[in-house]
């Protein structure tokens, strides 16, 4: 069975600085990837995904993500932090044989960014 | 496009009670998903539809729970003798099966069982 794994449950960062929210998944064939940002009380955005071709795939508010399937990994960066990036991040996967189909999120990381 | 809609937002019942969800997806998308989120976790998968079609439930559906999208467009999720262990965030989500793998959710609904 697919499982998803986020490294660090909380990440702190200063405004400025490189945030990198690491995601690794677990899958005999690599899935579909996806990065969902959520704010309090609110459902999920999606960040970016990737499925296919380019494995550095760029997505919204200046994040971007590299698959890396020999380290079965899809780590989620962003260059310089910004007080608006606080949120709950939650990497997922969904398997390519289905068209997509059900998604296995990982169990999140809150960032924080200090001022 | 409106996005997911889902009504109610808040949904504050006794246990033992009977509760209904609604869940709009995006008009055009024929696949809708339910998943439920609890306090500090992922959303875990509950159900989804492709068109009316209940294509994969998961084994936390209990038989309390029943999700129905009788004309393929708008769903309901309906939970019986509610319990306290089911208060969480209930989400659904929707998306267009073959052309896209995204899912887009709505704002969710929070269930609070007392």
């Known amino acids: 069975a697919q499982s998803v794994t986020q490294l660090g449950s909380h990440v702190s960062v200063s405004e400025g600085a490189l945030v990198l929210l690491r995601c690794n998944y677990s899958?005999?064939?690599?899935?579909?990837l996806f990065w969902y940002v959520q704010y309090p009380n609110q459902g999920l955005q999606l960040l970016l995904k990737?499925?296919?071709?380019?494995?550095l795939v760029k997505g919204i508010n200046g994040f971007e993500a590299e698959f890396k399937k020999s380290e079965t990994s899809f780590h989620l960066t962003k260059p310089s932090a910004h007080m608006s990036d606080a949120a709950e991040y939650f990497c997922?996967?969904?398997?390519?044989?289905?068209?997509?189909?059900?998604?296995?999120f990982g169990q999140g990381t809150e960032l924080s960014v200090k001022p | 496009d409106t996005g997911v809609s889902q009504d109610p937002r808040h949904k504050i019942t006794k246990r033992g009670q009977n509760v209904t969800f609604r869940c709009d997806p995006i008009?055009?998308?024929?696949?809708l998903y339910w998943y439920r989120q609890t306090l500090g976790q992922g959303p875990e998968f509950l159900t989804y539809?492709?068109?009316?079609?209940?294509?994969?439930k998961s084994r936390l559906l209990s038989d309390r729970f029943s999700a129905e999208r009788p004309k393929g467009s708008f769903s309901t999720l309906e939970i019986q003798r509610t319990e306290q262990g089911d208060s969480a965030m209930y989400l659904c989500?929707?998306?267009?099966?073959?052309?896209?793998?995204?899912?887009?959710f709505g704002p969710g609904t929070r269930l609070t069982v007392t």
């Open positions: 989500a929707s998306s267009l099966a073959g052309v896209n793998y995204e899912q887009y």
């Open positions: 539809f492709q068109n009316e079609a209940q294509l994969e």
């Open positions: 008009s055009e998308h024929n696949r």
């Open positions: 997922a996967v969904s398997d390519r044989g289905n068209q997509g189909g059900k998604l296995i």
């Open positions: 899958s005999s064939v690599p899935p579909y």
């Open positions: 990737y499925t296919t071709g380019a494995t």
